[in-house]
Nanobody, 115 residues
Framework: QVQLVESGGGLVQPGGSLRLSCAASGTIFSATNMAWYRQAPGKERELVARISKFGITDYADSVKGRFTISRENAKNTVSLQMNSLKPEDTAVYYC?????????WGKGTLVTVTS
């Protein structure tokens, strides 16, 4: 059974950086488009960034120029480098396929941006 495990979240001040990682067990990565999503308190889950199996990336307007998604197929990992963090980036971050599959949602990793 494939499992996606997110890590790297934490508490950071505005303007700071964090790097999130997602490790996948199983063999879905190399042939699958992947993405990072987030859910802020009281809000619906939203797409943050996506990366195709060919490495083509796309970002939500709110994070363009600040976040970078990458993948290492040999290691079955997808990462999200987050720079210039803002309080509105506070959320639980999840990785999943693109489009997402319900059975792949993990626990996510909490990112809190506050002074």
């Amino acid at each position: 059974q494939v499992q996606l495990v997110e890590s790297g979240g934490g508490l950071v001040q505005p303007g700071g950086s964090l790097r999130l990682s997602c490790a996948a067990s199983g063999t879905i990565f190399s042939a699958t488009n992947m993405a990072w999503y987030r859910q802020a308190p009281g809000k619906e889950r939203e797409l943050v960034a996506r990366i195709s199996k060919f490495g083509i990336t796309d970002y939500a307007d709110s994070v363009k120029g600040r976040f970078t998604i990458s993948r290492e197929n040999a290691k079955n990992t997808v990462s999200l480098q987050m720079n210039s963090l803002k309080p509105e980036d506070t959320a639980v971050y999840y990785c999943n396929t693109d489009p997402p599959r319900s059975y792949y949602w993990g626990k996510g990793t909490l990112v809190t941006v506050t002074s």
